[in-house]
């Protein structure tokens, strides 16, 4: 019965281990995941913050120019293009740099899930096997706390078996005493 009881302990214990684990790993993978998608939205407004800075930047120089020069028209057509193309330049940068670290993000996310899904089939299968030990515990307590019918049955033979064979002994006993007694009674 006590080691029952201590195969029923131990299997509620590893599977609340286990149950833990999982918990853990869980809360552990969603706080991971929570990091990194902040950081990459930080990320991209800090560089959306710059992409628009250089934007202005850029239309603040050209409007310098124009305010001061009228005569040289061509000269700011070419300063407005290039101006344009440099614009266009940070944009797709930005775009590029977005993609990229969006990709590293997912990356991250994929890898910690497969970890994660490693451990939670790692747990259950913990689980399972804890779970097996908590019932064949139980069920070797209940088997040793009422005894089977078979038992009774064999118990109730060897006491049949053994008040027979009392009987048979007294009445041997009885018929050996007896027989003396019958043989001065014919004398």
């Not at 057509?77 to 993000?105: C, I, M, P, Y």
């Not at 497969?114 to 307590?141: C, N, P, Y």
């Amino acid at each position: 019965m006590v080691k029952e009881k201590d195969t029923v302990s131990e299997a509620t214990e590893e599977l609340s281990e286990s149950v833990h684990e999982v918990n853990k790993a869980v809360v552990d993978s969603i706080v991971a995941a929570q990091e990194r998608n902040l950081k990459f939205a930080q990320s991209i407004m800090d560089d959306e913050v710059e992409l628009f800075k250089s934007h202005v930047e850029g239309t603040r120089s050209v409007m310098e120019k124009l305010g001061g020069e009228p005569e040289k028209r061509s000269a700011l057509f070419q300063l407005v293009t290039e101006s344009a193309v440099a614009a266009q330049e940070r944009n797709v940068q930005f775009v590029q740099k977005f993609l990229e670290d969006g990709t590293e993000v997912l990356r991250s996310h994929v890898e910690d899930t497969r970890t994660l899904m490693h451990t939670l089939t790692e747990q259950s299968r913990k689980q399972r096997e804890a779970l097996g030990m908590l019932v064949r515990g139980t069920w070797d307590a209940y088997r040793g706390f009422f005894p089977s019918p078979t038992r009774l049955y064999e118990r109730a033979m060897e006491t049949a078996e053994s008040l027979t064979g009392q009987g048979v002994e007294a009445a041997e006993k009885m018929a050996h005493q007896e027989k003396p007694a019958v043989h001065s009674a014919k004398k």
